[in-house]
């Protein structure tokens, strides 16, 4: 085995511990809430058994570093939330994820506000604004074709979201109600 290969072995070794730490604390992290803080706010998800009144519907990425109920000190129960690459919605002409999302929260739940919301970074804009970065990512490159770049909406910006400096600018949300 030469070195490049025991290099690789190494570090697909290495990959397999970290995947390993990594569901163990998830693991860990279900068992602490089932425990601990299911009982410390059991008043609070009990009422949630009782059904569900969102007061806003978010749409916002797949992105792991984006907490919308942390970010926005919402409880369970408070938020009706889609997720996916880029926070897109594509045209109601054709079903998706999305779509059914929008109707069900709507016309079921009575929610009447529908929250936009990106974040600084974000490796879906960066891709459409760069889709050469972005050729072996077929799947993606097909979604992102549903994008519609709209005027950038950060302040003293007003331009469209075409320039590394744009894609950087801080998370805009934007209130479609
Ligand atoms: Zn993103």
Redesign the pocket.
């Known amino acids: 085995m030469d070195g490049v290969a025991v290099c690789h072995t190494f570090l697909q070794l290495f990959r397999f511990v970290e995947q390993e730490v990594l569901v163990k604390k998830l693991i860990e992290g279900l068992k602490h809430f089932q425990d601990h803080v299911l009982w410390e706010r059991r008043e609070q998800f009990e009422r949630s058994v009782q059904g569900q009144k969102p007061q806003a519907l978010l749409i916002t990425?797949?992105?792991s570093r984006?907490l919308p109920e942390t970010l926005m000190q919402a409880e369970p129960g408070d938020l009706f939330v889609s997720r996916n690459?880029?926070?897109l919605v594509p045209p109601s002409d054709a079903p998706s994820g999305e779509a059914a999302t929008i109707e069900y929260a709507v016309t079921a739940l009575g929610v009447t506000d529908i929250i936009i919301c990106?974040?600084y970074r974000?490796?879906?804009?960066r891709a459409i604004l760069h889709p050469e970065e972005a050729v072996e990512l077929t799947k993606t490159s097909e979604w992102l074709s549903y994008r519609n770049v709209p005027t950038c909406t950060a302040k003293g910006c007003g331009t469209r979201p075409s320039s590394e400096t744009c894609w950087s600018r801080s998370t805009t949300c934007r209130n479609t109600r």
């Open positions: 990425c797949s992105d984006v690459a880029g926070n990106g974040h974000c490796g879906a804009v």
